[in-house]
């Protein structure tokens, strides 16, 4: 018997505490743009230069932030359980804390990729964070932000369902659940597995959901409660 298979989908209210805004908390303005014209594939084709732009401040601003008590209390419950994380975060603080695998649905903010080739993807330097229309990568292609636009495909989706279907239990943290494909992953969960739901503002269908607990708690306050719980339960 191997530990039990714990399938985690986070959303930005697992970073909101570590000081990163989200969008939605925004009123569909991101850093005073519309999100539509930074975060969709329209946006990049009619403006690369701005979308550049935005991404470089999005890094700058990610740099200054550290992991918080949400992304280290799910680092700790590797003891005990075979965690995955799915989440829509293109931060990489669940990777600073230290969970080790971990499935960005919406791309990666430190990464970029090749315009013309999408498998072909690159970490950024570190000390080189921003880029331009104009920047190449290492094979010579003219490279883009590795995030998925608004308008374009999730190409991890197939992967998060497997991991979803395959979990024992299932904690859904800091997401309104109204982000497709990935508020529906919750329905892939097999029938009868435990469901954890956190969040401050939960979506109400959650709570008429079969098989859902409802933690209504910021993230570090919830992933608090629910290792308390699965500590007694499971």
């Known amino acids: 018997m191997g530990k039990p298979k714990l399938v985690i ?3 930005a209210g697992i970073s909101a505490e570590s000081g990163i805004s989200t969008f939605r908390d925004a009123g569909g303005l991101w850093e005073n743009y519309p999100v539509m014209d930074v975060a969709s594939a ?3 084709r009619k403006n690369p230069e701005l979308v550049h732009k ?3 401040a999005r890094r700058h601003d990610l740099v200054s932030k550290f992991p918080n008590d949400a992304h280290k209390a799910l680092v700790e419950l590797e003891r005990d359980f075979d965690v995955y994380v799915i989440t829509q975060n293109v931060d990489d603080l669940h990777e600073r804390a230290g969970s080790s695998k971990v499935l960005h649905l919406h791309g990666e ?3 970029i990729r090749s315009v013309s080739d999408p498998s072909y993807i690159e970490p950024l330097d570190p000390q080189h964070l921003d880029t331009t229309p104009d920047t190449r990568g290492k094979r010579g292609d003219l490279m883009r932000p590795h995030i998925v636009f608004f308008q374009e495909p999730v ?3 197939e992967k998060a369902i497997e991991w979803v279907e ?3 239990i299932f904690v859904v943290i800091g997401t309104s659940l109204a982000v497709y494909p990935a508020a529906g992953l919750i329905q892939y969960v097999r029938r009868g597995t435990p469901i954890y739901y ?4 939960p979506a109400s269908a959650a709570s008429r ?3 859902v607990t409802v933690i209504k708690a910021t993230a570090t306050e919830g992933m608090r409660r629910l290792a308390e719980i699965l500590e007694h339960k499971h």
């Open 9 to 11: 989908s986070s959303g």
């Open 109 to 111: 903010l430190m990464k």
């Open 155 to 157: 190409p991890n989706i």
């Open 198 to 201: 956190i969040d401050p503002n």
């Open 209 to 211: 959901m079969a098989d």
């Open 42 to 44: 329209d946006g990049f």
């Open 166 to 168: 395959m979990a024992d």
């Open 54 to 56: 935005f991404y470089n």
